[in-house]
């Protein structure tokens, strides 16, 4: 089903959108498998209505919320944003969403509020990868509380103008370009408000190779594999289509000056 | 067995071991490995270059079965193979997975170790595909036998470049490992420190 009235946005008028096939068919959702094209084939069974999200910690407002409560449909806007996985390939695609700010917000986050720590739905029975120990389940992401609060970061429900795939997050995601793909967390049932910076998934299971900021770096390479470039896709049958990695995932103008002073060799 | 492992079956083996180039290609052109066809096809053709290094490692422990001594007729063949699919990852990693982007190979070959056991495992098989020839063979002499060894040392480099650059299914890895290090725990008779400890053995064993 498709969004009315989605309000549009001045983001990523310059980028080409991937097509709505690739998006939906070629992503990591290690909750429905490993493989690429397995998010597609395994999500049909995740019921995402309906969806409450428990609201935890240091915050006012506290408890648990039905996703429409939190998110009305009056609210949407669409933002185009450039997607870069840690695995160097990317793609640009057109997000439904509000801010993840005006969201927060509404909590009443208190002073001890430094973090916020996001968990996805964990239930083998609807998620058939979470049967396998490969990670440790359930996926957990967190931020700090002023990335969380920058503009850019975007609480998604929809697509292309439409609610979000199963495969994609559905009913509700997070979206921050500036950062690698695995921090935008999907299927989203816990927020909580911390006081010191949580733990988070793939820096448990790798520290040396995925950090707790996850930020676009073309200077910091990954341990295993470069990130100076990126494969854009779609590419051609034969020919990737190869192209540069900005800081931040091109977005150096809205997050920069969250990381002024930080060594980003070290906190990456 | 011994009518069907017959001068005859030779155009089928050679066809079999073409079959993953042919499935290879044909999924490639069909759109199979869309949208990120040089993420797939690198992985593919490194598992196959993988797999001919073991099938060569498996070929005289195999042949010391009496019925299946035959195998070692496709010796030289079955280690093409190995050659051939390793040079076929490394030019699918240069064209269809870096786009021939000289920055992204130029950072790989600083950065990333690993690349370079692949590499070294692509240089000894190329120097085993050159010299293996009849002619070769007899120019060498015992040489021959000493340097074709070496493949001992790239299913090594394969294990390595497995290990060094799998992300969390390490399932493949795991595989391959068990395969080369069972195969050439079965040549220790091979390395001279264990050739003298096993004669001293021996030795000791029959002055009783």
Known sequence: PSFQNIIETPYGRDDKVSPYDVATSYNN?????????????????LKTQPWTISVEGEAAKTGVFDLDDIIKES????RIYRLRCVEAW?????????????????????????????????DPEQMPGQRSGSLDWPYREGLRIDEAMNPLAMLAVGMYGSVLPNQNGAPVRLVLPWKYGFKSIKSIVKIRFVETMPETTWSLLAPNEYGFYANVNPN???????????????????????????MFNGYEKEVASLYSGMDLKRFY | MAVFWDRREKPYVLVLFFLPL?????????????????KALMNLSGIWASIFVVAV?????????????VVSRYRRFVGLSAFFYSILHLIVYLVLFAGLSLSWIVSDLIEKPYIYAGVLAVIILSALAITSTKQMMKRMGKNWKRVHRLVYLASICVVAHLWWQVKSDITIAIWFSILIVSLLLLRMDQIPLYKSILKKYRESACAK
């Open chain 2, 22 to 38: 042919v499935w290879m290609v044909s999924s490639l052109l069909l759109g199979r490995y869309f949208p990120d066809p040089g």
């Open chain 1, 220 to 246: 910091v390479d990954h341990p295993r594999w470069s990130q100076k470039q990126e494969r854009r896709l779609p590419g051609g049958v034969l020919f990737p289509n190869v192209v540069e990695t900005k």
């Open chain 1, 75 to 78: 609210m949407l806007e669409e």
């Open chain 2, 57 to 69: 490692l498996l070929l005289s422990p195999v042949a010391r079965f009496k019925s299946f001594r």
């Open chain 1, 29 to 45: 959702f290690y909750e429905f498998g490993y493989g690429k094209g397995d998010p597609k084939e395994q999500s049909s069974q």
């Open chain 1, 90 to 122: 990317s793609m640009v695609i057109p997000w439904v969403g509000v801010s993840l700010a005006s969201v927060l917000k509404r909590f009443e986050p208190t002073s001890k509020a430094k973090y916020v720590y996001f968990e996805t739905l964990f």
